[in-house]
């Protein structure tokens, strides 16, 4: 039995999160598949058993549960000492880009993709709307990326890993990330840190 238990399936953006940073700290973790196509974490037992808000990912550890995969990112560094920092100006920093993560960017990109690559919308007033509120976070982000290899200072943070937990879906994203250019170089930097691997090859995916 490995020491964490992630509950997650591949195309979840928000599960990536977690299981890039259990893998760049090279924890011992095993993924537990949640079959969210077929409306397993709709159901009561997933709700009663898993997780009341019905959502991916989940952290088992120990005799702790959580969710929330910025709180999971917290804890992970906590407990691994990896990627945050014991400067607490620099805590709440990357609290700060978590926060605007999971409100403002995360948020509008994951929709987007849902949309037009799992329910097949085609483009809609809505799918304008959401591209343009993404492009709206990316262009913020890639000008704060101009001036430093991460998004806190030049290390490698949660704040990092939070923020680019859906930018490996290429084609399925259903932007272009090619205008921002220092986005573009971050993410390659994430890319050649020991451990990476896209999301389709660190978590489980449906048969078929
Ligand atoms: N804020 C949450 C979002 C989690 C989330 O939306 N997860 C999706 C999968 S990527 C999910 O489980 N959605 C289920 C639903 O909304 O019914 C986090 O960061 O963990």
């Known amino acids: 039995m490995a020491q964490y238990t992630l509950y997650c399936f591949a195309e979840s953006g928000n599960a990536y999160k977690a299981a890039l940073m259990l893998a760049l700290a090279q924890q011992d973790w095993q993924a537990k598949w949640v079959d969210f196509f077929h409306g397993e974490t709709r159901t009561d037992a997933y709700r009663k058993d898993v997780n009341e808000m019905g959502e991916v990912p989940v952290l088992l550890h120990g005799g702790e549960r959580l969710t929330q995969s910025g709180v999971i990112l917290h804890y992970l560094a906590e ?3 990896r ?11 990357i ?15 994951a929709t987007l993709r849902f949309l037009l690559t799992f329910m097949k919308s085609g483009e809609t ?39 680019c937990g859906y930018l490996y879906y290429g084609d399925e994203l259903g932007l ?30 449906a048969a078929g």
């Open 176 to 205: 272009s990330l090619a205008p921002y250019d220092f986005i573009e170089a971050w993410l390659g930097r994430i890319r050649s840190q020991p451990g990476w691997q896209a999301p389709y090859d660190l978590m489980p995916k």
């Open 95 to 109: 609290l700060r880009w978590m926060f605007f993560d999971n409100h403002k960017f995360t948020s509008y990109i």
């Open 83 to 93: 990627f945050s920092s014991h400067d607490p100006a620099t805590r709440r920093e």
């Open 125 to 163: 007033e809505i799918t304008n709307f959401m591209r343009g509120r993404a492009e709206g976070a990316l262009d913020i982000v890639n000008k704060h990326l101009a001036g430093q290899d991460y998004l806190v200072g030049n290390e490698l943070t949660i704040a990092d890993l939070s923020m």
């Open 79 to 81: 407990q691994t000492g």
